[in-house]
């Protein structure tokens, strides 16, 4: 059994506290809000152990919870097996409302989302700190057994209390940081031990960057008459539950739109070079206040970066794309840096190129009637340096469609991506779905559009900028149902094909100075889409060189030694070496390189370190004898997914 829990996350709003030996209570099946009382008031064994339904894990029912902790030892959610109708988002209504552009030195009536509240479902729930642990169960049998055991020992028949024995569980999830960031991160500092513990890591990763033409990274700052249009998509989700964070919408939309317009993209750029370099983007970390992206400008407004902020001539970003039938994409611009007469002109020179670049196709990229703020968006970051031209590409309006914004149920479900029934993996690996056509068009529309802003002007080749849904189809299967395919296979390292999933990728954001699974993926992905195969050794491509004499190749491009595939009738793969522009950059908020913990200007999430996290049920014959009881003997109840962190985070900032 894999038991699935918060993680505690500090940002001085959301924690979740648990005992260091484990939390124990009587087991609790919630049939209805209206059974809470027994839980906060009637029940004579307190505190219980609450399990209930997705559709009881409302904002109604855990606020009641929070407020009777005393009574309650932990609430088990069991996630079901489709997504509800209604829709849910545990996050806020105004994502990252206090670390975008919008504020009250600009434009204040546009801060705090008081034109348009983008997320309106937003529940809040991820951002409360609760007294208990909370774990998430898959609704299978194992889970049946555990509900069983309440019904044989626990229920209430007639409003008579249930006799010994009880059915009870404890749940281990202890994490080691507690109230906020300046508190965990000032006790990491403090070293009266020879074996000094750390209880919190920041949270950060790395962004995944390449040019379409070569920069030198040994040299730092602005390049006279480089100009650069950088093309930009988040990567990172979340969910209430660390390990589900599908993130299909309201990440993988984007970045795999951008990865395939950049596919498209490589012959146009290397026949003959535009005149502007376009910067391919995708930041980690932007659900938590836009690490990624500020870590970005940071270090190109501070001269540690190939290029600096005036390089940058327009920004270009893909957001949530999934088009779900519709056949309309949204264009947002910010009103405020607009007011500029040259701004304003480039803008208005990229959103015809958009639209020119959707001519002959069946979508169609319309500006919202009103004035209004521009969207959640890694592209504010920019705003706030400098301000820079720039539209962020959005399938609303706007308030949010996507549903189910930050939640586990921002799925391939919710994606559309449905497949023919008794497809084996590999056929559907191949399928193009109706999913991955649509987003086809985007890459295409945004792949053209790209090209004509660098200054581009080959008809011919304009014309011949398509992307392939084929490949479209494999990245969004590889993302969203299983990256242990063949494809994927054969594009990585042989040291990570170990790390490939029979499962959806998980796109929490990690800790500072550990690569994330959809940061490799996309590593490896954006080399293999827009590099070129090299004829070199397996030596000389691992140590970043084309040659025994070659010193500086390393500093311009890098080298990959991939898996390829394996030749028909063969079992061995033919391995070869990526040549490519692709680069990690650190996501790591400018606020820890300061020791600025409070900081308002920059994200200061953290998470705590954790034991190990575990669940196991057993019969209290009293309350001192206790008989521990398994549903099934041979299923492990601990859990044993190999993960960098534990599945209990708790991010603070």
């Known amino acids: 059994m894999s038991w699935t829990a918060v993680t505690q996350i500090f940002h001085s709003l959301f924690r979740v506290s648990a005992s260091l030996s484990g939390d124990v209570g009587v087991l609790h099946v919630l049939e209805s809000e209206a059974n809470l009382d027994w839980v906060l008031q009637n029940g004579p064994n307190p505190p219980y152990m609450v399990i209930l339904d997705s559709t009881l894990f409302t904002r109604s029912v855990m606020m009641k919870l929070k407020t009777g902790s005393s009574r309650v030892a932990g609430v088990v959610v069991v996630a079901p097996s489709s997504n509800p109708a209604e829709g849910f988002s545990p996050h806020t209504t105004c ?67 249930p006799r010994y024995p009880l059915c009870a569980m404890q749940l281990y999830s202890h994490m080691s940081a507690v109230t906020d960031t300046a508190t965990c991160m000032r006790r990491n500092g403090i070293n009266f031990s020879l074996n000094p513990e750390t209880v919190c890591d920041p949270l950060g990763d790395f962004n995944v960057l390449a040019s379409t033409r070569p920069l030198n990274y040994t040299d730092k700052g602005h390049k ?43 012959n146009a750029t290397q026949d003959a070079q535009p005149n502007r370099t376009i910067l391919y983007a995708f930041f980690q970390g932007e659900t938590f206040d836009y690490i990624g992206s500020s870590r970005l400008v940071y270090d190109m407004d501070n001269k540690q970066f190939p290029l600096d902020l005036d390089n940058v001539h327009s920004v ?99 994606l559309n991506m449905s497949y023919p029934p ?106 293999n889409l827009t590099g070129t195969t090299v004829n070199i050794t397996q030596d000389n491509c691992q140590n970043q060189r084309e040659d025994e004499d070659d010193k500086e190749s390393k500093h311009i491009y890098s080298y990959m030694w991939v898996q390829g595939a394996a030749p028909p009738n063969s079992t061995e793969r033919v391995a ?68 960098k962190e534990p599945n209990n985070r708790n991010k603070t900032g």
């Open 224 to 266: 006279t008459g480089e100009s650069v249009v950088i093309a930009a998509a988040r990567l990172d989700s979340r969910s209430f539950f660390f390990d589900i964070a599908p993130g299909a919408e309201s990440a993988a939309s984007g970045f795999v739109t951008l990865l395939a317009a950049a596919h498209a993209l490589r």
């Open 316 to 414: 270009v970003e893909i957001g949530q794309v999934g088009l779900h039938g519709e056949s309309k994409l949204w264009v947002h611009t910010d009103p405020v840096s607009r007011r500029n007469s040259s701004v304003n002109e480039e803008v208005e020179k990229l959103i015809r190129n958009l639209n020119s670049s959707a001519l002959n196709l069946s979508l169609s990229l319309q500006e919202p009637s009103f004035s209004q703020p521009l969207p959640p968006s890694s592209f504010q970051r920019f705003l706030r340096a400098r301000p820079i031209p720039g539209v962020v590409i959005q399938n609303h309006n706007s308030s949010f469609t996507n549903k189910y914004y930050e939640s586990m149920y921002d799925n391939a479900e919710y």
């Open 95 to 161: 994502p990252n409302e206090n670390s975008g552009v919008y504020s009250e030195s600009y434009d204040p009536a546009l801060a705090h989302c008081n034109v348009t509240k983008w997320n309106p479902l937003g529940n809040g729930l991820s951002y409360e700190e609760y007294d208990f642990p909370m774990f998430s169960l898959k609704d299978d049998n194992d889970t049946q057994a555990i509900k069983q055991c309440y019904y044989d020992h626990n229920h209430v028949v007639n409003g008579s209390s």
């Open 422 to 527: 008794n497809l084996t993996p590999e056929e559907q690996l191949e399928y193009v779905t109706d999913a991955a056509k649509a987003l086809t068009e985007v890459a295409t529309i945004v792949a053209r559009a790209l090209y004509t802003q660098a200054g581009g002007s080959d008809p011919i080749q304009l014309k011949n900028i398509n992307a392939d849904s084929q490949m479209v189809t494999q990245m969004l299967y590889g993302f969203l149902v299983k990256s242990n395919n063949s494809w994927f296979q054969q594009i990585v390292p042989s040291d990570f094909a170990i790390h490939l999933r029979d499962r959806p990728t998980n796109f929490y954001v990690g800790v500072t100075q550990q690569h994330s699974e959809p940061t490799l993926l996309v590593q490896y992905l954006l080399a």
């Open 576 to 643: 070869f070496c990526v040549r490519s522009t692709v680069r990690l950059s650190k996501a790591l908020s400018p606020a820890f390189d300061l020791e600025e913990y409070t900081s308002k200007d920059y994200s200061t999430w953290t998470e705590s370190r954790w034991k190990s996290i575990k669940g196991r049920i057993f019969l209290v014959a009293s309350h001192e004898l206790e008989r521990p009881i398994r549903p099934k003997p041979t299923t492990p109840v601990s859990r044993t997914t190999a993960t």
